[in-house]
């Protein structure tokens, strides 16, 4: 017989592109954590990004907020495209977005483009 209440967790209609850079981070987990801080203007459908700063405690996070170009590249995406974590690993760096269910999830060029920008920069730290 089949449980009436199932629970609520289980397969979901959630998916997330994660673009891996291979770096070895060593012990220096720190340098390479950061985050967009959004400034934006605006109410609710017509909110938009007038400034992008980038949150973190190493290196990184210094790098991506000198680099005015990429910051104007993610200003021109939406509020949810423009969300991007940077987390290391033991053996790499994942740049990742917000989750999207299926009709949503999709990379563009221009995100692509803003992703290996910002892969450049991990390398060089």
């Keep these: 017989m089949q449980d009436p209440n199932p629970p609520h967790w289980g397969a979901q209609d959630r998916f997330q592109a994660q673009f891996i850079v291979r770096k070895d981070t060593g012990r220096r987990f720190a340098n390479y954590v950061a985050k967009t801080k959004l ?3 605006g109410h609710f459908g017509s909110k938009s990004i007038v400034k992008v700063e980038w949150i973190g405690s ?3 996070a210094s790098k991506l907020n000198a680099d005015s170009e990429l910051n104007e590249m993610i200003a021109k995406q939406s509020l949810k495209n423009a969300t991007i974590y940077v987390e290391p690993t033991d053996v790499a760096v994942r740049i990742r977005g ?11 060029k221009e995100r692509y483009e803003i992703y290996d920008r910002i892969a450049g920069h ?4």
């Excluded at 917000?98 to 563009?108: L, V, Y």
């Excluded at 991990?122 to 730290?125: D, E």
């Design 122 to 125: 991990i390398k060089s730290v």
């Design 98 to 108: 917000k989750w999207d269910n299926h009709i949503a999830f999709g990379i563009t």
């Design 39 to 41: 400034g934006t203007r």
């Design 58 to 60: 190493g290196v990184l």
